[in-house]
């Protein structure tokens, strides 16, 4: 009737018990084997922001056993990825780095990077700003096409009916089937819609070497060691950033490869990208005032200081 009282019994029981915890921590410790802690890096796939990364990876000038790159269709998957701390740093644009500090997310951006690539394309029938006053125009929310293209409409007193999309793919559908007769998008993405539609502004003749895309980190997933790497990645992209302003011809031939670009198309898409590494002042000045945008549209419900949004690496 008290067999389960059994010392012996009990003693077999722990045992095996023992045993069982001893085999599944080998299966854990062998399953974790040569695993290495690396820095996730998100990128928009798409885009042309992340391009100096990627030809780095390409030529072997970083250290890719210390860094894993993952790729996203949007800047908003990007945004979400960064604060569930699914990925440790991103290139996306500024304004979702503002947007989600000034939410109290642990997002910081450690340096500018992707310079000039946006602008406003249009249908045939739009000659003149003043043409998109009462107009559609296809924009993704509080990202940096839309505050830019806010910003230059209040400067020109454009009246327009905003349409927002999740994807470029998206807005780029629309203004294909004469859904908007405008959308704002960047390239590489500007380059394949030339043929068909044309570019009525660029960003960069308002605003010459502004920033867009910035590289980004969640400080909760920035420790000792991935803060290591990441000083000693952006010191190695010092080169690619270099070759591909310049406009290195094996840089362009990766370029046109990775995008499906022409050579000329290549050519014409860095005459409206720059790259840089830094946080320089002209470039915060920029970002402050694109934040007043920000600010008035309701995508943010403070100014940051800098350093609420900036940090400096040493």
């Known amino acids: 009737m008290y067999s389960d009282l059994n010392p012996r019994r009990w003693e077999c029981r722990i045992r095996r018990l023992i045993c069982l915890l001893c085999l ?18 998100g990128i928009i796939s798409p885009s042309v922001n992340h391009f100096p990364l990627s030809y780095a990876v390409h030529k072997g000038m970083i250290d890719t056993d210390a860094i894993e790159i993952i790729g996203f269709s949007a800047g908003w998957e990007l945004q979400e990825a960064i604060i569930a701390g699914k990925i440790d740093s991103a290139i996306m644009p500024f304004t979702y780095a503002w947007n989600t500090a000034a939410k109290g997310y642990p997002i910081r951006i450690v340096s500018f990077f992707e310079r000039e690539t946006d602008a406003i394309v249009v249908a045939d029938n739009i000659a003149k700003p003043e ?19 806010i910003e230059w409409a209040q400067r020109n007193n454009i009246k327009f009916e905003p349409v927002y999309f999740r994807t470029p793919n998206e807005m780029i559908a629309a203004l294909q089937s004469g859904s908007v007769p405008a959308i704002v998008c960047y390239e590489p993405l500007i380059r394949k819609l030339v043929d068909k539609f044309q570019v009525l502004h660029w960003f ?58 022409s050579h000329e198309q290549c050519v014409n898409t860095l005459s409206h990208t720059v790259f840089t590494i830094g946080l320089g002042w002209q470039g ?6 694109m934040a007043e945008i920000s600010l008035q549209q309701g995508y943010i419900d403070r100014m940051l200081r800098d350093d609420d949004i900036y940090l400096i690496l040493e």
Not at 236 to 261: F, H, I, R, S
Request: positive net charge; hydrophobic residues 40%.
């Open 24 to 41: 599944l921590s080998m299966v854990f410790a062998l399953s974790c084997k040569g695993r290495k802690e690396v820095l996730r890096i």
């Open 284 to 289: 915060r000045d920029f970002e402050r005032r």
């Open 204 to 261: 960069g003749d308002d605003y010459p070497h502004h920033p867009c895309c910035d590289l980004v980190v969640n400080t909760d997933r920035l420790d000792k060691k991935r803060k290591a790497v990441l000083v000693k990645l952006l010191a190695a992209l010092q080169k690619p950033v270099e070759d591909v302003n310049l406009g290195d011809p094996e840089a362009l031939a990766y370029m046109g490869k990775t995008y499906g670009l």
């Open 131 to 149: 043409d998109l006053n009462g107009a559609k125009v296809g924009l993704i929310k509080a990202s940096t096409l839309d505050v830019f293209f």
